[in-house]
């Protein structure tokens, strides 16, 4: 009896110590999804020998690599990995992710080489689970802007958009409209967009979606109403970044809720790992100055550096001009 009950304890201690880690790379998984790359690497550094050591844990090592932009790294990591655990859809899509983005970066005698490596990651991650959003929503990008010596193929892209409808509607419709855009079919785009927010109203990414078609079309009160209520449906601060900064931008455009604007884009820069630190501060010194306050105006526009973005170069250049004629 007494040995049996150690049995027991033995066993409980390891089942303890399995819930343990995977509640701890749960953690770093749900970090990353919400964009926050130091909680994650904070989580990751937590987790025992193990649990690094494990597919999981080297797979989430690998994705905080791709957050980090240390790309080459991660596909070096993950290419072992995947010959050894090929029936693995999630790393067979990582894989395929990072070597896209190696694509992207490599010079042009390597480019298709990491492409037909990322296309042949997210074929297999397919055949293993037809239902893996993230490989879709992969392949349908890469069929939308890829030439077609590379592989890009719109006919395939749109194939995978009306699968992706079919296991999840909104993401569906979204993918349709950007794959009937690439095909120059704006009145289908429009049309699918529209019944898709008729179908799905709470889809902050559809509203988002027809406020950035209405910005181009300079039409700044339909706009800024898709961006209160893609801001109001918002389901992950990712997109309540996107819409907090448009409506600032929308403000600056239209010279219109200046006062609320600052307050959304004062927001948006207090929130964690946002992609506009040098726009959104752009955006509010613009702001400021249309609320009639040069001096924050002049303040904010320091804190902007444009020294990797020639528009936003562009941009503060004018606006330089703009505050020096009113400080005279």
Do not use: C
């Amino acid at each position: 009896m007494a040995g049996f009950k150690k049995i027991l304890i033995g066993t409980g201690l390891v089942i303890t110590s399995i819930h343990s880690a995977w509640a701890s790379q749960t953690s770093v998984d749900e970090a990353l999804k919400a964009g926050k790359l130091d909680a994650a690497v904070a989580a990751y550094k937590k987790l025992d020998g193990m649990a690094t050591k494990s597919l999981e844990g080297q797979l989430l090592w690998a994705r905080i690599l791709l957050a980090q932009n240390d790309t080459e790294e991660a596909f070096e990591l993950m290419e072992p990995l995947v010959e050894k655990n090929p029936n693995n859809a999630d790393l067979q899509f990582r894989f395929g992710q990072s070597a896209m983005i190696m694509a992207q970066k490599a010079s042009i005698f390597s480019k298709m080489g990491y492409a037909k490596d990322g296309v042949k990651a997210w074929e297999a991650a397919l055949k293993l689970d037809p239902n893996h959003k993230d490989t879709l929503n992969g392949l349908i990008g890469f069929h939308r802007f890829a030439p077609g010596i590379a592989g890009g193929d719109i006919d395939k892209a749109l194939e995978h958009a009306k699968h992706l409808k079919t296991i999840d509607g909104a993401a569906g419709v979204a993918s349709l409209v950007g794959v009937y855009q690439s095909m120059d079919k704006k009145d289908l785009a429009l049309k699918e967009l529209n019944q898709g927010i008729n179908d799905y109203p709470q889809s902050s990414r559809l509203l988002f979606i027809r406020a950035m078609k209405h910005i181009g079309d300079e039409e700044w009160n339909l706009a800024h109403k898709d961006l209160l209520d893609a801001l109001a449906s918002a389901q992950d601060e990712m997109e309540k970044s996107n819409a907090l900064y448009q409506l600032g931008k929308v403000a600056v455009k239209s010279g219109e809720n200046v006062k609320q604007a600052i307050e959304q884009v004062s927001q948006l820069m207090a929130i964690e790992g946002h992609r506009y630190q040098q726009w959104g501060n752009m955006r509010l010194a613009q702001l400021y100055f249309a609320d009639g306050n040069v001096t924050k105006a002049s303040a904010t526009l320091k804190l902007v550096d444009d020294s990797d973005d020639d528009d936003l170069e562009d941009e503060v250049k004018r606006f330089k001009k703009k505050i020096k004629k009113v400080s005279k």
